[in-house]
C-alpha cells in the first residue's frame, strides 16, 4: 500500500515537495545500490539513435503492453545511459504488481469511469421540470444529456493524446481533470440560465473524458494478455452501467427536491472520488515510471545522460511531430483504419440503443404503466443486472477458453481471438431491442425490464471483445485508438436523445425500436468477418500489429523458454555431480 500510495498524484506531490525525504523511491533511500550498469559516469557516451519515425512521421513514445509489446527488460547492457527495469522482476512494473494491487487498479479506474459517466444520465429525470424551469421545450432541455456526451466525445481528442506523453503519465490527467468536473458541479447545480447550463453541461463532459476513452489504456499497462480481458470487462461493465445507474440516483431526489438536486448528488460522488483516487491511483505507463527513474538516477549519479527510451523518443519530436501526436492522429486513425471505421460505428450503435432509453423508458413506465418517476427509472437496474450476469458468463469463456489460447502462444495471441463471444453478441442484440419494442405496454411489465436486462447482457459480449481487440490491434496507439471509438460513439449517444424524442412519439416504442433493430440486423456478419479478414487489414495498415511481428515475438518466446529449460537441466547435471 506504501507503494501505491507513494504513486498515486498525491504521493508524487509529496515526494517532489520534500525532495524524496517523504514516501522516497529505492533511489532515494539511504543505502540504494546502484546497478553496475549505471555506476560509470561516462559523460562521452554518445546518445542512442533516433528511433524509427513511425506513421504520419511521428515518432511514438508510448508502447502499451501487449501480446507484442511489453516492457523492455536489460537493455541497459547494451548502452549504459540507457534507463530500463532492474530486471525482469523489478516491483515498479505494473505487469509485475501483485494480483491485489492490479485488482485495485482496475477497481479505481471503474470508480473514476462510473463517477464521470453518471453524469451524462444524472439529467435525464430532470428534463421536464428543467424545461419547465428555463421555458424551453422538451427537446431543448434534452440537451442536458447531449451536450454532455458531446462533451467527452470531443475531449479525448485533446486529452487523452496527452496521458501518452511520458512526461505526464495517465493519473494526474485523471486526477486534474476529475478535480475540475468536481468544481463545475457547483455551478451546474445554481445556474440560472438555460446558455449557462448547456455551456456548462458540456465542459463537465468534456474535463471528465480522459478516463472514458484511455482507462482500457491504464489497464493495458498492468495485466499481461490473458488476464486482460477480465479487467476490460470489468472496465466496460463500469462504462455500460454507470448510464443507467444516474437516473436511478436522481429520480427520487429530483422528483421530492428538485432539478437541482441531480447535481448536488454528482457532486457529492465525484468529490468522494476524487479523494480516494488522488491518493490511491497508481501512476500504470510504464514510459512514465522509467521516465521518473532516470530524473532519480541523474540526481543520484549526476550523470546527465542518463534517459530512458521514451524520453529519447521525445527528446526528437518536432512541433509538428508534437502537434499530431496530441491532435491528429485520433482523427487520422477515425477516417483511415477500416477496422476502427467498422468497430466505431457499431459501438455507436449499442450507444445509441443505451441512451434512446433515456426517452423510451419513461413512456413506458411513467406514461404506459403509471409509475412514478422515481419508480420509473428502476427498470435500469435490470439493464445493470443483465450486465452482471453477461459479465459473468463472458469472464467464464476466458476462463476456459481464451488464457488457454494465450498460454500456448506465451501471449503473443492474435487478436481476432479476442472476438469469438462478439459472434453470439451480436445475434441476440436485435432479439433484445425488438423484446423490448413490441411488449412494452402490451404484456405485463416484466417483459420489457426483461428485454431491457438481456440488452445489458449482451452488451459485455461486444463492448470487453471490440475494445479488447482495438488495444491488441493497434499496440503503439492503444490510446489513440479508444480515443477514436470514445469519440465516435459518444457522437451516436449524444444525437440520439434528440432524435430518440420525436422518433418514439412519432412512431411509438415499437416501431422506433424496429428502426434500431434493424441496424442491429445489418451488423450481425460484423464480427465473422473481422475474424476472417482483420488479419488481411492489419497487414495493410502502417499502425497495426502485423502477423509477422506476432510470429517473431511468438518464436523469441519459445527460444526463451527453450533456453531456460536448458540451463535448468545443466544445473541440474552439475548438481548431481
Request: hydrophobic share 45%; aromatic share 12%.
Amino acid at each position: 500500500m506504501r507503494a501505491t500510495i507513494r504513486d498515486s498524484f498525491v504521493g508524487q506531490v509529496i515526494n517532489a515537495v520534500t525532495n524524496g525525504r517523504l514516501l522516497p523511491y529505492p533511489e532515494e533511500e539511504p543505502g540504494f545500490v546502484l546497478p553496475p550498469q549505471y555506476r560509470q559516469h561516462d559523460k562521452g557516451s554518445s546518445p542512442l539513435p533516433r528511433p524509427r519515425p513511425g506513421v504520419m512521421g511521428e515518432t511514438p513514445v508510448s508502447e502499451v503492453p501487449t501480446p507484442c509489446h511489453t516492457p523492455v527488460t536489460g537493455e541497459g547492457d547494451a548502452n549504459p545511459n540507457l534507463v530500463t527495469w532492474y530486471g525482469p522482476e523489478n516491483p515498479e512494473n505494473p505487469m509485475n504488481w501483485s494480483t491485489g494491487k492490479k485488482c485495485w487498479l482496475t477497481g479505481t479506474i471503474m470508480l473514476l469511469t462510473t463517477s464521470i459517466y453518471m453524469g451524462s444520465s444524472i439529467w435525464a429525470p430532470a428534463i421536464e421540470q428543467g424545461a419547465e424551469y428555463f421555458h424551453v421545450g422538451l427537446v431543448a432541455s434534452t440537451l442536458g444529456i447531449s451536450l454532455f456526451v458531446l462533451g467527452y466525445a470531443t475531449g479525448p481528442l485533446f486529452l487523452s493524446p496527452i496521458t501518452e506523453i511520458p512526461a505526464i503519465g495517465r493519473t494526474s490527467p485523471y486526477i486534474v481533470t476529475l478535480l475540475v468536473y468536481c468544481v463545475l458541479q457547483l455551478p451546474n447545480a445554481l445556474v440560472t440560465n438555460f446558455p449557462g447550463f448547456c455551456v456548462l453541461r458540456f465542459l463537465s463532459g468534456f474535463v471528465g473524458s480522459p478516463a472514458l476513452a484511455t482507462g482500457g489504456a491504464s489497464l493495458s499497462d498492468a495485466f499481461a494478455p490473458h488476464k486482460l480481458p477480465y479487467a476490460m470487462a470489468l472496465y466496460n461493465l463500469a462504462a455500460a452501467s454507470a448510464p443507467g445507474l444516474g437516473p436511478i440516483l436522481s429520480g427520487f431526489a429530483v422528483d421530492v427536491l428538485g432539478w437541482r438536486w441531480a447535481f448536488w448528488e454528482m457532486l457529492l460522488l465525484s468529490a468522494g472520488s476524487l479523494i480516494i483516487l488522488s491518493f490511491t491511483m497508481p501512476e500504470t505507463s510504464a514510459d512514465t515510471i522509467l521516465c521518473r527513474r532516470a530524473a532519480r538516477l541523474r540526481r543520484l549519479t549526476g550523470n546527465p545522460h542518463l534517459r530512458s527510451a521514451s524520453e529519447i523518443a521525445q527528446s526528437h519530436l518536432s512541433a509538428r511531430e508534437l502537434l499530431i501526436q496530441a491532435l491528429i492522429r485520433p482523427l487520422y486513425m477515425t477516417v483511415t483504419e477500416p477496422i476502427i471505421i467498422a468497430i466505431n460505428i457499431y459501438i455507436g450503435l449499442l450507444y445509441a440503443v443505451l441512451y434512446s432509453f433515456f426517452e423510451s423508458f419513461p413512456i413506458v413506465f411513467a406514461e404506459g404503466y403509471g409509475w412514478s418517476l422515481g419508480v420509473s427509472e428502476l427498470p435500469f437496474a435490470g439493464i445493470l443486472v443483465g450486465e452482471i450476469a453477461g459479465l459473468g458468463v463472458y469472464m467464464w469463456w476466458n476462463r476456459v477458453a481464451y488464457e488457454g489460447m494465450c498460454k500456448r502462444v506465451h501471449g503473443h495471441i492474435e487478436p481476432e481471438k479476442t472476438l469469438t463471444m462478439s459472434l453470439p453478441g451480436a445475434v441476440v442484440l436485435p432479439v433484445a431491442i425488438f423484446w423490448f419494442g413490441w411488449t412494452a405496454n402490451r404484456t405485463h411489465w416484466l417483459s420489457p425490464v426483461f428485454a431491457a436486462g438481456l440488452f445489458g447482457f449482451v452488451i459485455d459480449w461486444l463492448f470487453a471483445p471490440f475494445l479488447t481487440y482495438l488495444t491488441y490491434a493497434y499496440p503503439q496507439y492503444a490510446a489513440s485508438a479508444l480515443a477514436s471509438n470514445d469519440f465516435v460513439r459518444s457522437l451516436f449517444g449524444a444525437g440520439m436523445p434528440l432524435a430518440s424524442q420525436p422518433l418514439f412519439h412519432n412512431l411509438g416504442v415499437a416501431w422506433g425500436n424496429t428502426i434500431l433493430g434493424c441496424c442491429g440486423v445489418l451488423f450481425v456478419p460484423l464480427p465473422w468477418i473481422l475474424i476472417r479478414s482483420g488479419p488481411w487489414l492489419r497487414e495493410r495498415s502502417p499502425m497495426a500489429v502485423h502477423d509477422k511481428e506476432i510470429l517473431a515475438a511468438r518464436i523469441a518466446a519459445d527460444e526463451a523458454e527453450r533456453a531456460g529449460v536448458a540451463s535448468m537441466a545443466g544445473v541440474g547435471g552439475e548438481g548431481g555431480v
